[in-house]
């Protein structure tokens, strides 16, 4: 049994902090033997110090302590970390606290004479929390690398459909040279202008590789991204289907809006976007549908709208659409995690903010992104 608390316990850190001597080696004993990774303090100014240094999972706190109180610590705590739990033990006499605890984001209450086994229990079922969630989290993360590999495999797809017209160029150029020069056609004047016209076709197919050389990259150090070139690249991938679905694509681009990132991360969160405004539009079969992209910036942000005429997002739809794995799509290619995606990208990778504002007609997609500074 202790070795089945060991297994679930192995990845997991917890602190335990309580300032009476006996009751702290009694429970130190019993839960050394359960809990590999075990921390103890003894009042909660050690309490904090171990929590910074260790970074534990789960925090156990009695609540009256000298120094800091059993709920001072936690509120320190949950305000670093909301996803930390935190169990808080006390004395009958302090129940007033209760109400303080829950307030504060605490996450269980056990009252003294503490029993061994509820707070087992409760430690087991923080345990299993965890590790569900970091099984979702490594489920979500392979999600994210699939549809980044596969984003980069549509714009690879998109440079080849580009590049086949100028390499038949390149193919016929060469021919002919072949051909002509073999027959004494050719004056020096054709070849070397046959010659110029190959080696403008190869600059700009140069040219291209190196625009989006970062974005198809896969070194995910943060480097500078100037982003209205970054959208440019976006409308240079969807060009092609947007002629083909008549759609107008209006650019509205402020110069010198630089960001800090990772630039294949923040081509995925706008194609995305781009994405689902295309399939709205296409689905509801919408007259004169239009696209439009603004970039500008003010003194803390840029500020990208991304906004269409594909329709009105419904209010319940709205307030989900965040939401990971929800999706309106019936199709086995909607896999709801999309636009989650795009949140996690923007808010925790580049630290800004996305916001919707909808109505019957159109939607409009705001990302804020920090400016390099």
């Known amino acids: 049994m202790i070795r089945e608390h060991t297994n679930l316990f192995d990845n997991l850190t917890v602190l335990y902090v309580e300032d009476d001597d006996y009751i702290r080696n009694s429970i130190t004993t019993f839960l050394s033997k359960r809990v590999p990774n075990l921390i103890i303090a003894k009042d909660g100014k050690e309490g904090i110090e171990a929590y910074i240094e260790h970074k534990p999972q789960i925090v156990v706190?009695?609540?009256?302590?000298?120094?800091?109180?059993?709920?001072?610590?936690?509120?320190?705590?949950?305000?670093?970390?909301?996803n930390i739990r935190i169990i808080v033990l006390t004395a009958h006499t302090d129940e007033q606290y209760l109400l303080k605890s829950i307030e504060i984001g605490v996450d269980g209450f056990?009252?003294?004479?503490?029993?061994?086994?509820k707070l087992t229990e409760m430690l087991k079922k923080m345990a299993k929390e965890f590790k569900y969630e970091h099984e979702l989290h490594e489920k979500e993360m392979l999600l994210y690398k699939?549809?980044?590999?596969?984003?980069?495999?549509?714009?690879?797809?998109?440079?080849?459909?580009?590049?086949r017209q100028p390499l038949n160029i390149i193919s016929i150029l060469t021919q002919n040279i072949k051909l002509h020069f073999e027959g004494f056609e050719l004056s020096p004047e054709d070849i070397n202008q046959t010659l110029t016209q190959i080696?403008?076709?190869?600059?700009?197919?140069?040219?291209?590789?190196?625009?989006?050389?970062?974005?198809?990259?896969?070194?995910?150090?943060?480097?500078?991204?100037?982003?209205?070139?970054?959208?440019?690249?976006?409308?240079?991938i969807y060009n092609s289907e947007i002629k083909e679905n008549n759609i107008e694509f209006i650019l509205d681009l402020e110069d010198d809006c630089i960001a800090n990132g990772v630039e294949g991360d923040l081509m995925f969160a706008i194609t995305s976007i781009i994405q689902n405004s295309l399939e709205a539009i296409k689905q509801k079969e919408i007259k004169n549908p239009y696209i439009k992209i603004s970039v500008s910036k003010d003194s803390k942000n840029i500020i990208i709208t991304i906004?269409?005429?594909?329709?009105?997002?419904?209010?319940?739809?709205?307030?989900?659409?965040?939401?990971?794995?929800?999706?309106?799509?019936?199709?086995?290619?909607?896999?709801?995690?999309?636009?989650?995606?795009?949140?996690?990208?923007?808010?925790?990778?580049?630290?800004?903010?996305?916001?919707?504002?909808?109505?019957?007609?159109?939607?409009?997609?705001?990302?804020?992104?920090?400016?390099?500074?």
């Open 110 to 117: 056990l009252s003294k004479p503490i029993k061994l086994e």
């Open 307 to 373: 906004k269409d005429n594909g329709g009105g997002i419904e209010q319940n739809v709205l307030e989900r659409i965040f939401e990971p794995y929800f999706s309106t799509k019936n199709n086995l290619n909607g896999t709801g995690l999309g636009l989650y995606f795009v949140k996690n990208i923007v808010e925790k990778q580049f630290l800004g903010a996305v916001t919707i504002t909808t109505d019957d007609n159109t939607t409009s997609f705001t990302l804020l992104i920090p400016l390099k500074i």
């Open 61 to 82: 706190t009695d609540i009256r302590m000298p120094y800091l109180s059993g709920l001072e610590l936690a509120e320190e705590i949950k305000k670093d970390n909301k």
């Open 199 to 236: 080696s403008e076709i190869l600059q700009s197919l140069s040219e291209t590789l190196t625009l989006f050389q970062t974005s198809l990259s896969n070194n995910l150090e943060k480097l500078s991204i100037n982003i209205s070139l970054l959208v440019e690249k976006i409308f240079f």
């Open 146 to 163: 699939n549809s980044i590999l596969s984003s980069k495999n549509e714009i690879i797809s998109t440079l080849a459909h580009h590049w």
